[in-house]
Structure formats: structure tokens, C-alpha cells
């Protein structure tokens, strides 16, 4: 059973936690010691079209964003947000990613309308 959803779509995006660099982003560098930190951002996709971006955050492995994002869906499915490392030469790495979808969210709280709580993965 698919289950679409139709209406207004309110994000907030709090922090992000545990963040580690992927191998493809360490592969600048191979001589330096210790933890290596990132400049993280995070995109919201709506089913593939992408509805929002927050800012970047330098250096850091705990991101606070405290942003918020707005958006109508029709027919929407799920909710993608994807972490990136911005680089300042080339394609910006990918980190991590979440897939949450409209369905759970709202069927699991026991109300169809609305959702509001954290969402951890």
C-alpha cells in the first residue's frame, strides 16, 4: 500500500551528531594527524527534488543548524536528507543520508495530520 502525502511540509533541522569523514574525504590528506574535521551541510529532498539546503558549518563533527524549511508537497513520498562535506575544489563529498518516510511519520503517532518530534537514524 502507498500512501502519498498532501500539504505543507515544516523541517526543522537541529544538529547533526557523530559525523565521521568518509574515506573519499580524507583522501586529501593522507599526512595529517589526528581527527579530521568537516564543513557539513545538509540537503532536504522531497522524492528527488531537492526543497532546501542549510548553511555550512566549518569545522566541526557536530553541526547546529537550528533552520527551518517549508515546502508543499503533492504526492509526496518521502523525505531524503543527505549530509555533505563542502570542498572548495570540485564535487562536494557525500557523508551520510536518511530516508524518512511521510507514511511513518504519520501513521506512527497516531494522527494523520501532523508530526512533530525527532527523528533519529
Known sequence: ??????????VRIGEAVGLQPTR????????????????????????QVRVGQTSTKQ????????EEFC????DG??????VF?????GYDDFVANC??????????TG???SFEGWVSH
Not at 569545522?59 to 537550528?66: D, G, I, Q, R, V
Not at 530516508?99 to 506512527?108: A, C, I, P, S
Request: aromatic share 12%; glycine share 6%.
Open 1 to 10: 500500500l502507498v500512501v502519498w502525502f498532501n500539504g505543507y511540509m515544516k
Open 24 to 47: 573519499w574525504s580524507l583522501r586529501h590528506t593522507l599526512f595529517k594527524k589526528g581527527q579530521q574535521l568537516l564543513d557539513p551541510y545538509i540537503t532536504l529532498s522531497v522524492d
Open 111 to 113: 494522527s494523520s495530520d
Open 85 to 89: 562535506h563542502g570542498t572548495p575544489i
Open 99 to 108: 530516508t524518512v518516510y511521510f507514511h511513518d511519520l504519520l501513521h506512527g
Open 77 to 82: 513520498r518521502q523525505l531524503e536528507l543527505a
Open 59 to 66: 569545522k566541526t563533527n557536530t553541526p547546529t543548524y537550528n
Open 71 to 74: 515546502a508543499p508537497v503533492n
